[in-house]
């Protein structure tokens, strides 16, 4: 999503050859503002990020250093609103009830799913609550989407009332021991005095912890302008920005804090349930400045990996016992790190190669075959890939709809893998591998 500004930075940043240059500056500054204007970032939050830019580098030396650090600083302080929680916070007694709240056609729904996802893999216990009872087939949707990714859902069927739809879910959650509660609320195509008197009501009823507005970043300044109608009408407390990884130029991201006084809490940054993340504006403006982002890497992995199955892997691998099995459970596991392309946007110098990656999917594709492959085989087979003769591999060629030229292939391919990975798992593996790599021709 900010690819546009980073690349406008750089921009902004080869103005200024030499140091103390006030012609260079100026116009660097034209550049920069021009950059942002250009990324839908509002006039006035513009005007005033190049005014405190400026002043820094007139305060000390003028340099790309120098400009780049106040870029950084800056971008920082108008991403963050003031006394804003990051992240979620739970209420001192469970459960923390969230209430959603959006237009319809925002991702209010997906969120929901997102943000109950996002809390279970930090080992709490959620309950969705279907009260959006105006859009057909809303609660269908979010039946499914709780079922595909194994959350808990609660809906009355037949009631017409989303206030008694709440209030059940809140004497559900509170009987059940749930740390948190979210609901999801309906959402028209504008604001009107019906949706609004609905929200207050549920407000008043259930005193919600958090209420969140979901925006969509591809409306631009448009979703600003109507999570501030909300927040007068029910005083949100932080913002949802889904389509985090769409062609949008960012510039919504850098309003939310300084136009509405509240903080950007979660980006949906994919279409994957996994794909959410919290929104930390330090971690944003490295980023937006090319500096990667390992810290959230580190936190969405540390999550997903169990540190017990992972040294247990580890010893398998340097047994030379590694097999088919253990390869399934470990793509699923990289799965639910969600959208590869932001992973790989997340390390540092990366950026560029994340947007080569645009497309891959690891269910799509290749993915596939390899699946259907390993799922052909008999649970002896995928314990022990030794046992796999030529009478075997037709069988699973023929069960996979695949010939056996793909399974050899694919064969060779794992052994090779499972060989190498054995390889640099002992004494010196890190410093073979370093060696392996400065050695090696990267094409252009």
Do not use: W
């Not at 969230?98 to 929901?112: I, N, R, Y």
């Not at 949707?141 to 809140?170: M, T």
């Not at 609004?196 to 407000?203: D, F, G, H, Q, S």
């Not at 794909?275 to 971690?283: A, C, I, K, L």
Request: hydrophobic share 45%.
């Amino acid at each position: 999503m900010f690819e546009f500004i980073s690349e406008s930075l750089k921009s902004a940043v080869n103005k200024l050859k030499f140091v103390d240059d006030e012609k260079a500056l100026k116009n660097a500054l034209d550049t920069l503002k021009k950059a942002l204007l250009k990324a839908d970032v509002h006039h006035k939050v513009t005007k005033e990020l190049v005014a405190a830019v400026e002043a820094d580098m007139k305060s000390g030396t003028i340099g790309q250093k120098q400009f780049l650090d106040s870029i950084k600083k800056n971008l920082t302080e108008f991403l963050e609103a003031p006394n804003a929680s990051a992240g979620f916070i739970f209420a001192p007694k469970p459960p923390t009830v969230v209430l959603m709240s959006g237009l319809q056609g925002g991702g209010k729904t997906t969120s929901t799913a997102k943000l109950a996802n996002y809390l279970k893999t930090r080992n709490k216990k959620v309950l969705i609550a279907a009260c959006d009872l105006q859009r057909l087939a809303a609660v269908e949707q979010l039946r499914q989407l709780c079922e595909a990714n194994e959350l808990d859902f609660f809906s009355i069927a037949g009631e017409s009332s989303a206030l008694n739809v709440a209030k059940a879910a809140l004497n559900k959650a509170k009987e059940g021991l749930y740390d948190a509660l979210i609901i999801d609320t309906a959402g028209r195509l504008a604001i009107d005095e019906a949706l609004m008197n609905e929200l207050k009501e549920i407000k008043d009823a259930l005193s919600p912890d958090e209420i969140f507005y979901i925006a969509d970043a591809m409306s631009g300044q448009d979703a600003l302008k109507t999570a501030a109608s909300f927040n007068e009408a029910i005083g949100i407390t932080g913002v949802i920005l889904t389509k985090f990884d769409a062609d949008a130029k960012g510039g919504i991201a850098l309003g939310v804090a300084k136009q509405l006084g509240v903080g950007l809490r979660f980006v949906g940054i994919g279409e994957k349930v996994a794909d959410f993340e919290s929104f930390v504006p330090e971690r944003v403006a490295q980023r937006i400045m090319g500096e990667g982002d390992l810290a959230t890497l580190a936190e969405k992995a540390a999550h997903v990996f169990d540190e017990k199955t992972a040294k247990e892997v580890s010893k398998k691998i340097k047994k030379g016992e590694f097999n088919f099995d253990d390869f399934l459970a470990q793509l699923e596991s990289v799965k639910k790190l969600g959208n590869v392309q932001n992973l790989i946007g997340m390390i540092p110098g990366m950026q560029g190669m994340a947007s080569a990656l645009k497309d891959v999917d690891l269910d799509g594709g290749q993915m596939k075959y390899i699946k259907a492959m390993i799922s052909s085989m008999t649970p002896k087979e995928r314990s022990n890939p030794s046992l796999l003769n030529n009478t075997r591999k037709r069988r699973i060629a023929a069960g996979a709809g695949l010939d056996q030229m793909q399974v050899n292939r694919f064969l060779k391919q794992f052994e090779n893998a499972a060989k190498l990975a054995k390889k640099f798992s002992g004494k010196g593996g890190m410093q073979a591998l370093s060696s392996m790599m400065s050695q090696a021709r990267i094409p252009h």
